[in-house]
């Protein structure tokens, strides 16, 4: 918990400090909700689920030009229960280009994902924690009067992810052998100038190899998350 408030306040000192700096636009918002996590054979479990995140431009797209903006953010999330559920702690940027209602735009974004440990058969093991790199398109549409209404979408397939054994513990298993893996996530929101509310759905999964790196099928994941926040415009 210490680690992620120290997260959460480098992560807000950083958009804050970017205001002056650059003199565009961002936004900072919480979300809460309930993710249902599943591993494989075993029972989905629900619990309560907040994410705390934020992006700014660090250049603004110029749509009468056909210049992209640069955008960067991040996004920290934790479950009310974190024996049976993962963390995750994600940076993004990219450019995106604004077409009259329409924005289209590419993230490059790392994803760190602590998983709980896996108890199997009355044995324990734990789970090594994942680090992905992830390319998802973000495409966001304006409507409704004065364009307040937006929906967005993104997603993206999943690379194999870079393995950690978490600090303190002895190595169990090797590294399980990604089969594939997704994540796809949809907005519905309105803006309401200084501040915006929003609702999202998300799904995300990942399958490994059926081997010994993957005894039971424990890295295989799936994971449902419904949402709905509030957050402001600066």
Known sequence: ?????LLFLSLSSLFLAAIPAYSQRGTFGIDAGQTSDKYDTQSANNAGFVSVNGKFDIIQAKPKDGKPGITVGGDIRFPSDTNNHPKEFAIFGGPYFEIHNLTIGVNVQVRKIIQ???????????RSTMEVLELPPVITYK???DHHVFIQ???APEFTPHFHVPHGTPL???NP???HGYYIRGTLGYNFGKWYARASYETSYFKFNPNNNNPSKIYNWRAD?????????F
């Open 1 to 5: 918990m210490r680690k992620l408030c």
């Open 116 to 126: 709980p440990i896996a108890n199997q058969d009355n044995q324990t093991f734990p």
């Open 143 to 145: 409507f409704g009067p």
């Open 153 to 155: 979408a993104q997603g």
């Open 172 to 174: 169990v298993l090797p």
């Open 177 to 179: 052998n990604l089969d």
């Open 225 to 233: 998350i419904v949402t709905a926040g509030i957050g402001i415009n």
